[in-house]
């Protein structure tokens, strides 16, 4: 069995699954019985300044589903915790007494001065908590403050709420980033010239989730009104896995401990942000979404995942990835896919005849000697991947590398070596060789 | 055999055992139901079910609606090419036609509840009687049609979409033929053969004259007279005999007349019924009575065919449904002779099997059946002698092309009473819609 003990900024927890700054981290009542289903910690909902914010009084979240009302995006307009400082200290303080073995980080969002964080910063250490989360992701209410994302979009402003936090702590600090900006590496390069321990990302994405078709108003709304929120879940796992991948691989931000979150449901999930580039991991809607017993399947998931990898423990799965993400232009144009279809799978939709003869290549065949027959018609074949996409049967459509002989789209023969764009003919700004 | 009186009698169930067994056969789906099964669906191209459709209703398109939670546009999808597809989502035997196609069943062994998707989403259209089409601008061409059945029915509503003036000629007192007055009660509830008579006609420009005896009040040649076009949508007014001794003895009945009378009863626990029931015949005629006869409280219900369960007319899930409610099949035994002498008392069958050249022939051993009732469900005939002696047949039924035209001039024709008919209201209702289509055509050149 592989050892799912995690190690993050030498916080060491069972597991590498933390719940995530948000309502289910935001009562002692709700981080007991996470620990007793098994998670591994808990970054605290965030704490702010006393008195405490408000919260509305009507609906703060809302889902995009599917048709059997699975919930695939979730959008919530909750603001930090609504609960005195003091009440959220001391139940830190108890649970961290109760549950040595378990991660304890405390969120932190605080207005942009120093002397507020040299206040508050070591009140909230004094708790035991291990780490410290700095918020600066939350995209609704608190960024109109100037707080949230309001910091996280300006990495100046990352920097220097970082050095101060820094300044005032003795735990690890850790930088939550918002993915509201076009390139994520400058904000994260911030943190770290701050003094930043590890970012963590993604918090939510801007988002109104749709109209009341009745009203013809947006959707929730508070007395008639809404608000754009946050928006995380399943959906959002790509744009967090971009931005994730994109942190591991640059040359300025690749030595960053980076705590993954968005959208992780499954054990795969997590899998796909350890392997590009996140030394633990974060979940909050799947829980809101399921409950707390989740956490079975993400730990036993990954570690048989381990175990059928031969890998003894997570550190093992960290990065492996992601030498394998790079920049468009230095993708090989000399490799050529087909696809095929097994035809013992096919089940004959024709799914992928026509969205390949409507929108792509018309690669694939509707009919041969007049039977309802769907073949791969190589000459036209671009290897777009299309088909295996639309494809309901799992495995059905397969893509296969051309290693040899002639491409028969294109008449040419198939080249062994290399050649990306940095140096194609068609590419005015080639490199001369 | 003693010749002890006949045990019939009405109420051996309470009336509310009798209303909980001719409720709906399959309720319909909940909105959460329908979306669940409709996400089943992969939105096939040129899709199997479409094909398999007698109607073509654009099936992928109709359950994609329901997704989207248009149901009225998916209603429109469905009734566009079929009418009647309110009844033919109870009706149909769509586990051998679109179900039989739909692709989940390759890896699943499960298709997409396509009948039921249907009819969740025309059901509020029949409820609410939403308008979902309007005439053409009126062609002053008049039109008869014969026969109120679904055939009939369909033809008259497609040409009244075109623009035309039907004069619709029925011979009972209500519309619907075996809509209303054959298929099985638990199959349509609710009076819904009626309600979607109604929404049919509310299209405007069909005139109804009812109690009309083609053949006796009006003929093909008066017809033909004083229209533009006649569409023949008559049924098979006869029922085969079994062709034995004592026929007419009392107690041997015709499945049909026993259904229409128990369709058109409200309260069917007063309906008499045998204690021991034989049925011989193998198509859904035979199960519908059989089943039925069961769900009125008779004890005993055999069903006796003379060919194999694959030769029956009933699908398999119709045996299988026969068979769940307690109903024998007996295959391979063929009539011979009624006993009795003032009311059958049992009926007798010889074994059959196919001999080398496949002809059926008998093996030389009997079955005897003691019964109170026979039901004869072998099948009906054309009533040739309403027809134009000049009209060509073949097998007696009623001779059409490709458009459902027959070979009299201004004639059409279809449902059961022509070669194609098979017994299934969606191809009655595509006949009638082709037969329209054609009849337009010829009226506008």
Same mark, same amino acid.
């Given at each position: 069995?592989?050892?799912?003990?995690?190690?993050?900024?030498? %916080?060491?927890?069972?597991?590498?699954f933390?719940?995530?700054?948000?309502p289910?981290?935001?009562?002692?009542?709700?981080v007991?019985?996470a620990?007793?289903?098994? !998670?591994?910690?808990?970054? !605290?909902?965030?704490?702010g300044?006393?008195?405490?914010?408000?919260?509305?009084?009507?609906?703060?979240?809302s889902?995009?589903?599917?048709?059997?009302?699975? /919930?695939i995006?979730?959008?919530n307009?909750e603001?930090?915790?609504?609960?005195?400082?003091?009440?959220n200290l001391?139940e830190?303080?108890?649970?961290?007494?109760?549950?040595?073995?378990?991660?304890?980080v405390a969120?932190?969002?605080?207005?942009?001065?120093?002397?507020? !964080?040299?206040?508050?910063?070591p009140?909230?250490?004094?708790?035991?908590?291990?780490?410290?989360?700095?918020?600066?992701?939350?995209?609704?209410?608190?960024?109109?403050?100037?707080?949230?994302a309001?910091?996280?979009?300006?990495?100046?402003?990352?920097?220097?709420?970082?050095?101060w936090?820094?300044?005032?702590?003795?735990?690890p600090?850790?930088v939550?980033l918002?993915?509201?900006?076009?390139? %994520?590496?400058?904000?994260?390069?911030?943190?770290?010239?701050?003094g930043?321990?590890?970012?963590?990302?993604i918090?939510?994405v801007n988002?109104i989730?749709?109209v009341?078709?009745?009203?013809?108003?947006?959707?929730?709304?508070?007395?008639?009104?809404?608000?754009?929120?946050?928006?995380?879940g399943?959906?959002?796992?790509?744009?967090?896995?971009?931005?994730?991948?994109?942190?591991?691989?640059?040359?300025?931000?690749?030595?960053?401990?980076?705590?993954?979150?968005g959208?992780?449901?499954?054990?795969?999930d997590a899998?796909?942000?350890?392997?590009?580039?996140a030394?633990?991991?974060?979940?909050?809607?799947?829980?809101?979404v399921?409950?707390?017993?989740i956490?079975?399947?993400?730990?036993?998931?990954?570690?048989?995942?381990?175990?059928?990898?031969?890998?003894?423990?997570?550190?093992?799965?960290?990065?492996?990835? /992601?030498?394998?993400?790079?920049?468009?232009?230095y993708?090989?144009l000399?490799?050529?896919e087909?696809?095929?279809?097994n035809?013992?799978l096919?089940?004959?939709?024709?799914?992928?005849?026509i969205?390949c003869?409507?929108?792509?290549?018309?690669?694939i065949?509707?009919?041969?000697?007049?039977?309802?027959?769907?073949?791969? %018609?190589?000459?036209?074949?671009?290897?777009?991947?299309?088909c295996?996409?639309?494809?309901p049967?799992?495995?059905? %459509?397969?893509?296969?590398?051309v290693?040899?002989g002639?491409?028969?789209?294109?008449?040419?023969?198939i080249a062994?070596?290399?050649?990306n !764009?940095?140096?194609?003919?068609?590419?005015?700004?080639r490199?001369?060789? | 055999?003693?010749?002890?009186a006949?045990?019939i009698?009405?109420g @051996?169930?309470?009336? +509310?055992?009798?209303e909980?067994?001719?409720?709906?056969?399959?309720p319909p789906?909940?909105?959460?139901?329908?979306?669940?099964?409709?996400? @089943?669906?992969?939105?096939?191209?040129d899709?199997?079910?479409t094909?398999?459709?007698?109607?073509?209703?654009?099936?992928?398109?109709?359950?994609?609606?329901?997704?989207?939670?248009?149901?009225?546009?998916s209603?429109?999808?469905?009734?566009?090419e079929?009418?009647?597809?309110?009844?033919?989502?109870?009706v149909?035997?769509?586990?051998?036609l679109?179900e039989?196609?739909?692709? @989940?069943?390759?890896?699943?062994?499960?298709?997409?509840?396509?009948?039921?998707?249907?009819?969740?989403?025309?059901d509020?259209?029949?409820?609410?009687?939403t308008?979902l089409?309007?005439?053409?601008?009126?062609?002053g061409?008049r039109?008869?049609?014969?026969?109120?059945?679904?055939?009939?029915?369909?033809?008259?509503?497609?040409?009244?979409?075109?623009?035309h &003036?039907?004069?619709?000629?029925?011979?009972d007192?209500?519309?619907g033929?075996?809509n209303?007055?054959?298929?099985?009660?638990?199959?349509?509830?609710?009076?819904?053969?009626?309600?979607?008579?109604?929404?049919?006609?509310?299209?405007?420009?069909?005139?109804?004259?009812?109690n009309?005896?083609?053949?006796?009040?009006?003929?093909?040649?008066?017809?033909?007279?004083?229209?533009?076009?006649?569409?023949?949508?008559?049924?098979?007014?006869?029922v085969?005999?079994?062709?034995? &001794?004592?026929e007419?003895l009392?107690?041997?009945?015709n499945?049909?007349?026993?259904?229409?009378?128990?369709?058109?009863?409200?309260?069917?626990?007063?309906l008499?019924?045998?204690?021991?029931?034989?049925?011989?015949?193998?198509?859904?005629?035979?199960?519908?009575?059989?089943?039925?006869?069961?769900?009125?409280?008779?004890e005993?219900?055999?069903?006796?065919?003379?060919?194999g369960?694959? +030769?029956?007319?009933?699908?398999?899930?119709?045996q299988?449904?026969?068979?769940t409610?307690?109903?024998?099949?007996?295959?391979?035994?063929?009539?011979?002779?009624?006993?009795g002498?003032?009311h059958?008392?049992?009926?007798e069958?010889?074994?059959t099997?196919? &001999?080398?050249?496949?002809?059926?022939?008998t093996?030389?051993?009997?079955?005897?059946?003691?019964?109170?009732?026979?039901?004869?469900?072998?099948? +009906?005939?054309?009533?040739?002698n309403s027809?134009?002696?000049d009209?060509?047949?073949?097998?007696?039924?009623?001779?059409?092309?490709?458009?459902?035209?027959?070979?009299? &001039?201004?004639?059409w024709a279809?449902?059961?009473?022509?070669?194609s008919?098979?017994?299934?209201?969606?191809?009655a209702?595509?006949?009638g819609?082709?037969?329209?289509?054609?009849?337009?055509?010829?009226l506008?050149?």
């Open positions: 069995m592989a050892d799912l003990t995690s190690e993050f900024l030498g %916080i060491i927890s069972p597991n590498p933390w719940l995530a700054s948000a289910p981290t935001d009562k002692a009542y709700n007991n019985r620990f007793e289903a098994g !998670w591994g910690g808990v970054v !605290w909902k965030t704490l300044e006393d008195p405490p914010i408000v919260n509305v009084n009507g609906p703060r979240y889902a995009l589903h599917s048709n059997e009302r699975r /919930v995006g979730f959008n307009i603001l930090i915790t609504d609960r005195p400082l003091q009440t001391d830190i303080r108890q649970i961290k007494r109760d549950w040595p073995d378990r991660a304890v969120s932190i969002m605080l207005p942009m001065n120093e002397q507020t !964080w040299a206040k508050y910063v009140m909230i250490e004094d708790t035991g908590a291990d780490a410290f989360e700095l918020n600066f992701g939350c995209p609704h209410g608190m960024s109109e403050r100037g707080m949230g309001a910091v996280g979009q300006v990495p100046e402003y990352i920097q220097m709420a970082t050095e936090c820094k300044k005032a702590a003795s735990v600090v850790i939550k918002t993915p509201n900006v076009t390139n %994520i590496v400058p904000p994260a390069k911030a943190a770290k010239d701050g930043a321990d590890a970012v963590s990302l918090n939510t988002s989730m749709r009341n078709y009745d009203t013809l108003t947006m959707y929730p709304t508070t007395d008639g009104m809404g608000t754009h929120g946050g928006y995380c399943e959906a959002v796992k790509p744009i967090a896995l971009n931005m994730v991948a994109e942190i591991a691989r640059n040359a300025d931000t690749a030595d960053v401990t980076i705590s993954g979150i959208g992780i449901t499954n054990w795969r899998v796909d942000f350890l392997a590009l580039g030394d633990n991991v974060q979940v909050c809607t799947a829980a809101m399921y409950g707390f017993k956490i079975d399947d993400l730990t036993d998931g990954l570690s048989t995942f381990l175990d059928d990898k031969g890998m003894a423990r997570v550190a093992d799965l960290v990065g492996k990835a /992601v030498p394998s993400v790079t920049d468009w232009q993708l090989n000399n490799h050529v087909k696809a095929i279809i035809q013992d096919c089940i004959k939709c024709g799914r992928c005849h969205v003869e409507d929108t792509s290549h018309q690669a065949t509707q009919t041969v000697n007049g039977e309802r027959h769907f073949a791969v %018609i190589d000459d036209e074949c671009v290897g777009c991947n299309l295996v996409s639309v494809c049967v799992d495995s059905c %459509i397969t893509m296969h590398p290693t040899t002639i491409d028969a789209r294109t008449g040419k023969a062994t070596e290399k050649a !764009w940095t140096t194609h003919p068609n590419n005015p700004m490199k001369q060789g | 055999m003693t010749n002890k006949a045990d009698k009405a @051996r169930l309470s009336k +509310q055992e009798v909980r067994n001719f409720g709906d056969l399959h789906l909940s909105r959460s139901e329908a979306l669940i099964a409709a996400d @089943r669906c992969y939105f096939c191209y899709a199997p079910c094909t398999a459709c007698p109607t073509g209703i654009d099936i992928p398109v109709f359950i994609q609606k329901i997704r989207s939670d248009n149901i009225r546009g209603a429109h999808t469905i009734l566009k079929n009418i009647m597809g309110g009844m033919c989502a109870r149909c035997p769509t586990e051998v679109c039989e196609a739909c692709v @989940r069943n390759t890896h699943e062994d499960k298709p997409v509840d396509i009948g039921l998707l249907q009819r969740y989403a025309t509020p259209i029949f409820k609410h009687r308008p089409f309007s005439r053409a601008e009126t062609t061409k039109i008869a049609v014969v026969g109120g059945g679904p055939a009939g029915l369909s033809c008259a509503h497609r040409l009244a979409l075109l623009g &003036d039907i004069v619709l000629f029925n011979r007192e209500k519309l033929g075996l209303e007055y054959g298929i099985a009660a638990y199959k349509t509830v609710d009076n819904f053969a009626q309600a979607e008579i109604d929404y049919i006609l509310s299209i405007g420009g069909i005139e109804v004259r009812k009309v005896s083609f053949g006796n009040d009006i003929s093909v040649d008066q017809l033909r007279d004083e229209f533009d076009a006649v569409f023949l949508g008559i049924g098979l007014g006869s085969n005999e079994l062709r034995i &001794d004592n007419s009392p107690g041997v009945l499945a049909i007349d026993y259904i229409a009378k128990l369709r058109q009863e409200s309260d069917k626990s007063t008499p019924v045998g204690n021991k029931v034989v049925v011989v015949g193998g198509g859904m005629t035979a199960i519908d009575i059989a089943v039925q006869s069961k769900r009125l409280g008779a005993r219900v055999d069903i006796v065919y003379r060919r369960p694959e +030769q029956m007319g009933a699908s398999h899930y119709e299988n449904l026969a068979l409610d307690g109903v024998t099949i007996h295959h391979w035994a063929q009539p011979t002779k009624l006993h002498d003032e059958v008392t049992a009926i069958f010889q074994r099997e196919l &001999d080398r050249a496949g002809k059926l022939t093996i030389g051993e009997s079955l005897l059946l003691e019964a109170d009732v026979v039901f004869k469900a072998i099948g +009906q005939t054309l009533d040739a027809i134009a002696a009209l060509k047949t073949e097998r007696g039924k009623i001779s059409v092309d490709d458009e459902q035209k027959t070979s009299l &001039d201004k004639v279809g449902g059961d009473c022509v070669v008919g098979d017994d299934l209201t969606v191809s209702v595509q006949h819609k082709v037969a329209a289509i054609a009849i337009d055509r010829g506008r050149s």
